[in-house]
T-cell receptor, first 114, second 111 residues
């Protein structure tokens, strides 16, 4: 089945550690996105990528990094510089950057700092 | 900056009722508006996408309307079922590369 796969579903991070969340899509979509969801708040954009080897910061990029070496993959690294990383992280994709395209989401990854 | 508000934050209805969820946004310069469903601990599922030039979209028991000039959208659910229980999110796209989300309405349909 076509879709977006995020892994792991649950991840625990110790203080000072970097962790990487995986996002893979087999929809042949050009655009990919990472959002963060906190209780009582709407989703906020961390990074997005319109095409391979290109990505742009979203509204809350500080403390995060991404890469887009392959069309189907857009991993997110939560660095030790992110002071409040505990949240639900959602990866998404769309056919392209065209404004009319539906955006599709993965099942999300829970990150907890211990 | 675009702000999206959804009222009410939570809603409980008996099974079989028709209901309306509301979404308002502050900047009417949008390309489209999308309604999503989110089950607890899960990702978002796209329900309906309305382009800025459209007034409404329908899918099964769902109907979404858009009044761009007044900054409002509604999601109408007909003959609600317990399986409709979820959080419903609306999001507006003011530019190609971002969506602005509301905080959602948590719907409970009571059997």
């Amino acid at each position: 089945d076509g879709g977006i796969t995020q892994s792991p579903k649950y991840l625990f991070r110790k203080e000072g550690q970097n962790v990487t969340l995986s996002c893979e899509q087999n929809l042949n979509h050009d655009a990919m996105y990472w959002y963060r969801q906190d209780p009582g708040q709407g989703l906020r954009l961390i990074y997005y990528s319109q095409i391979v080897n290109d990505f742009q910061k979203g509204d809350i990029a500080e403390g995060y990094s991404v890469s887009r070496e392959k069309k189907e993959s857009f991993p997110l690294t939560v660095t030790s510089a992110q002071k409040n990383p505990t949240a639900f992280y959602l990866c998404a994709s769309s056919i392209g950057q065209h404004s009319g395209n539906t955006i599709y989401f993965g099942e999300g990854s829970w990150l907890t700092v211990v | 900056k675009q702000e999206v508000t959804q009222i009410p934050a939570a809603l409980s209805v008996p099974e079989g009722e028709n209901l309306v969820l509301n979404c308002s946004f502050t900047d009417s310069a949008i390309y489209n508006l999308q309604w999503f469903r989110q089950d607890p601990g899960k990702g978002l599922t796209s329900l309906l996408l309305i382009q800025s030039s459209q007034r409404e979209q329908t899918s099964g028991r769902l109907n979404a309307s858009l009044d761009k000039s007044s900054g409002r959208s509604t999601l109408y659910i007909a003959a609600s079922q317990p399986g409709d229980s979820a959080t419903y999110l609306c999001a507006v796209r003011p530019e190609a590369n971002n969506l602005f989300f509301g905080t959602g309405t948590r719907l409970t349909v009571i059997p």
